[in-house]
């Protein structure tokens, strides 16, 4: 069974930086798509980034440039960055696993709250 577990979140000043991490058991992080979707309070869910199991990565225009998704193998573990971060970052953090026969698994989230 997969299970993916954030961490990381928590409330920081606009500018400052939070590092999410998401450990993965059950499945491969570096054999399937792993991304980052987010909720913000009263919106919908939107995709913020993704890392391929060839290495490839893609982001949402808003993040470009100040967030980064990376993955560590050997742990098992996708992070994603966030650098510059914007009250308009608000909101929870989901990390999803996608398989090759169109399954989505998603964490329960971790909450990022940045203050202005």
């Known amino acids: 069974q997969v299970q993916l577990v954030e961490s990381g979140g928590g409330l920081v000043q606009a500018g400052g930086s939070l590092r999410l991490s998401c450990a993965a058991s059950?499945?491969?992080?570096?054999?399937?798509?792993m991304g980052w979707y987010r909720q913000a309070p009263g919106k919908q869910r939107e995709w913020v980034a993704l890392i391929t199991s060839g290495g490839s990565t893609n982001y949402l225009d808003f993040v470009q440039g100040r967030f980064t998704i990376s993955r560590d193998n050997t742990k098992n573990t996708v992070y994603l960055q966030m650098n510059e971060l914007k009250p308009e970052d608000t909101a929870v953090y989901y990390c999803?696993?996608?398989?090759?026969?169109?399954?989505?698994?998603w964490g329960k989230g971790t909450l990022v709250t940045v203050s202005s």
């Open positions: 059950g499945s491969s992080c570096s054999s399937r798509t």
């Open positions: 999803t696993q996608r398989t090759s026969y169109g399954v989505t698994y």
